[in-house]
C-alpha cells in the first residue's frame, strides 16, 4: 500500500504562484523503487486531467501543454515527497489536485487515469481573477 498525502493549496490572484506538496509512505513504499508520479486536476462535472509527471527513477518529468512554462514537477527523494510548483497562475488553473503514483517509470500514457494505482485525497487551488 502507498499512501498520498496532498497538501499546499489556498486561494491566490491571478499571477501568483503555489507550491503543492505530496508526500508519499506505506507499507510498500520504498524510495529505492521507479515510481511515475504524477499531478491530476479535476473540476466538478468534468474530466480529471493530467498536469505533469516525473519518473523518479531518471528524474524525466512531462507536462500537458497549457502549464508548460508555468508549472515544474519535481522530487525530493529524502523526504519522499513530489512538488508541483505553480507560477503564473490563472483561473484556468482552479481545481482540486490530485497526487498519483505508479509503479515503475512513466510511459507516454502518463495522462491517463487508469495507469496509477495510488491516489492522495486531493488538495484545492483556487486563482481569482
Known amino acids: 500500500q502507498v499512501l498520498l498525502v496532498e497538501s499546499g493549496g489556498g486561494s491566490v490572484h491571478a499571477g501568483g504562484s503555489l507550491r503543492l506538496s505530496c508526500r508519499a509512505s506505506?507499507?510498500?513504499?520504498?524510495?529505492?523503487?521507479?515510481?511515475?508520479m504524477a499531478w491530476f486536476r479535476q473540476n466538478p462535472g468534468k474530466e480529471r486531467e493530467g498536469v505533469a509527471a516525473?519518473?523518479?527513477?531518471?528524474?524525466?518529468?512531462a507536462y500537458v501543454d497549457s502549464v508548460k512554462g508555468r508549472f515544474t514537477i519535481s522530487r525530493d527523494a529524502t523526504q519522499n515527497t513530489v512538488y508541483l510548483q505553480m507560477n503564473d497562475l490563472n483561473s484556468d488553473d482552479s481545481a482540486m489536485y490530485y497526487c498519483a503514483a505508479s509503479v515503475g517509470g512513466c510511459s507516454v500514457a502518463w495522462r491517463r487515469q487508469g495507469v496509477y494505482s495510488f491516489w492522495g485525497q486531493g488538495t484545492q487551488v483556487t486563482v481569482s481573477s
Open positions: 516525473t519518473n523518479t527513477g531518471s528524474g524525466s518529468s
Open positions: 506505506g507499507s510498500t513504499y520504498s524510495h529505492n523503487s521507479r515510481y511515475c
